[in-house]
């Protein structure tokens, strides 16, 4: 495993714990300073426009920190589609409405060599009182688009 895969299997190890115990998990940044920091940051969005202004702010605090890799972990909805007019129209309606979701357990993350992560661990929930348990993980690596990656600084240029 290279370093963003360990910093990936250590945020998902602890975010199943917390799901596991509590029920739930926030959003939670694993972030590694230029100097080897390890930053723990969890947040609670109360709103898309809150996320936004927080993702603003991040970008400036990675830099400043001289972030070398980062992953982000945190509940999620998803819903597999055939196409990308499908994604839309379901994305629109809202993802947490929708009756085809599978709850999961979303892993983002990049590192400054640019290589990246993104896969997502199925939560399945019983509803009888016992703790959540999982199911293996999807690298969708090919999904490397996200409102959560490209935070890192660009090396050499001016930001």
């Known amino acids: 495993m290279n370093p963003l895969e360990e910093l990936a299997a250590t945020a998902a190890a602890i975010a199943k714990q917390n799901i596991a115990v509590e029920g739930e998990t926030f959003p939670t940044w694993y972030i590694v300073c230029g100097d080897g920091q390890l930053i723990v ?3 609670a969005w ?5 996320k936004m202004r927080w993702l603003s702010v991040l970008r400036f605090g ?3 920190m001289n972030a070398q890799r980062y992953v982000l972990v945190s509940e999620s909805w998803m819903v597999s589609v055939a196409t990308e007019d499908e994604a839309r129209y ?3 309606r809202g993802l947490s409405k929708d009756p085809d979701r599978t709850e999961v357990l979303s892993i983002i993350g990049e590192d400054t060599n640019n290589q990246f992560i993104n896969a997502f661990i199925p939560i ?4 009888d009182g016992e703790p959540a348990t999982f199911g293996e993980m999807d690298r969708g690596d090919s999904l490397n688009e996200s409102r959560f990656l490209g935070l890192l600084p660009r090396r050499g ?3």
């Open 124 to 127: 399945i929930r019983h509803g």
């Open 62 to 64: 990675m830099e400043a």
């Open 157 to 159: 240029t001016a930001q």
């Open 90 to 92: 379901r994305a629109g």
């Open 46 to 50: 109360r709103d898309y426009a809150d």
């Open 41 to 43: 940051q969890r947040t």
